[in-house]
């Protein structure tokens, strides 16, 4: 009798007593009359977590705006610097430059070609002050003025 127990599909071994049936009962609940008790001291309490929590974000704000500030300032001190040795570099080509365009004998030769002469004696007229003679002419100079106040 074992045997032919054990023959017969699962299916109807089980359906002879599976447990407790699932029942539900739709009950419905009015909550509208009930009133929310307030608890001071709760409401205390959840003030001050929001309290520490508004002062640990500013504090978090504060320091990710001071790291992106450094972050951003060294990248300006970076364009600077290298705006810097870029201008050092032109200066020191602009100094070479008029250096070479100041140079006598090279002005010599560029007057030369253009049919210049040198200045005959006489010619030349010097207007500092340092040089000139009581009977020489003299070039539109000024003499500083003296301001005296009456008290």
């Not at 709760?42 to 974000?57: D, N, T, V």
């Not at 100041?102 to 200045?119: C, F, K, T, V, Y």
Request: charged share 25%; hydrophobic share 40%.
């Amino acid at each position: 009798m074992a045997a032919a127990h054990s023959s017969l599909p699962l299916a109807r071994r089980r359906s002879c007593w599976t447990g407790t049936p699932e029942v539900y009962f739709a009950k419905s609940i009015d909550n509208s009359r009930l009133v929310k008790v307030e608890d001071p001291r709760r409401h205390r309490e959840m003030k001050h977590f929001g309290i520490a929590l508004s002062c640990l974000f500013v504090l978090v704000m504060t320091f990710a705006w001071q790291h992106f500030k450094a972050i951003e300032y060294g990248y300006k001190i970076e364009s600077l610097r290298s705006q810097r040795d870029s201008l050092t570099e032109l200066n020191r080509a602009l100094r070479l430059e008029e250096a070479s365009l100041r140079d006598p004998e090279r002005i010599d030769i560029l007057a030369r070609q253009l049919g210049m002469q040198p200045p005959q004696a006489g010619q030349v007229v010097r207007m500092d002050a340092a040089g000139q003679e009581a009977g020489t002419p003299v070039m539109a100079s000024i003499t500083p003025i003296a301001v005296v106040s009456a008290r």
